[in-house]
Structure formats: structure tokens, C-alpha cells
């Protein structure tokens, strides 16, 4: 899924649980109010409401920013760039290995010499 398809998901899951958290609540508080509906059932139902939403909340989040592909693709580009940095820096170390040797050798001659 596209970068798009999961924005419009997030904006209507969390549209729908702001809806969850706010809405229940003022219906049933309003409903307390005009149609003498008992407060204690109102103010339960409305926690239990916003317990909810709360949980609806951090589950969409957790999918929506967790292991999302929307995420992970440029996590995984930039752990093959790494990858490349540290073959490059691996290979110059090999060939900088080389030249000590070889400049070791090379002193060593000319220690022979001046001797």
C-alpha cells in the first residue's frame, strides 16, 4: 500500500475514534439531560467509552507506526547504504594493510642499505 492509503486509514480510524471518545459521551450525557435517562448509566457507559477510544487509539497507532511499509522501506534503504559504507571502509582497510606492509618491506631494504 502506498504512503496515501495509509494516511487516509489513519485520518478515519482516528477520526472515528475522536467520534468514539467525544460522541458516545455527549449523546448519553445529553440524553441524561433531556429524556431523564439515569446519570450513573450515562457517566458508565461514557467512561467505558473513552476507555475504549483510548484503547482503539493506541492500537491504530501501534499498526500505523509500527512495522508499516510506509516506514520500513526507507529504514531498509538506508540499512543497505550502511551496508555498502561498511564494505567500502572494510576494502580500503584491506588495501591501507597492504601499503604498511609494503612500506615496512621497504624500510627494512633500506635499513639493509645504509648498514
Do not use: W
Not at 500500500?1 to 468514539?20: C, Q
Not at 467505558?48 to 501501534?62: E, M, P
Request: hydrophobic letters at 55%.
Amino acid at each position: 500500500m502506498s504512503r496515501v492509503t495509509y494516511a487516509v486509514l489513519g485520518l478515519a480510524a482516528y477520526g472515528s475514534i475522536i467520534a468514539i471518545g467525544f460522541g458516545v459521551p455527549y449523546i448519553f450525557m445529553s440524553y441524561a439531560i433531556s429524556y431523564n435517562l439515569d446519570f450513573l448509566i450515562a457517566a458508565v457507559v461514557s467512561v467505558i467509552a473513552i476507555i475504549g477510544a483510548c484503547g482503539l487509539g493506541v492500537v491504530v497507532t501501534a499498526i500505523l507506526f509500527g512495522e508499516a511499509p510506509l516506514f520500513t522501506v526507507e529504514h531498509d534503504k538506508d540499512i543497505e547504504r550502511l551496508n555498502i559504507l561498511r564494505a567500502q571502509t572494510r576494502a580500503m582497510l584491506d588495501e591501507m594493510d597492504d601499503m604498511i606492509d609494503i612500506l615496512e618491506d621497504i624500510r627494512n631494504i633500506l635499513r639493509d642499505i645504509r648498514e
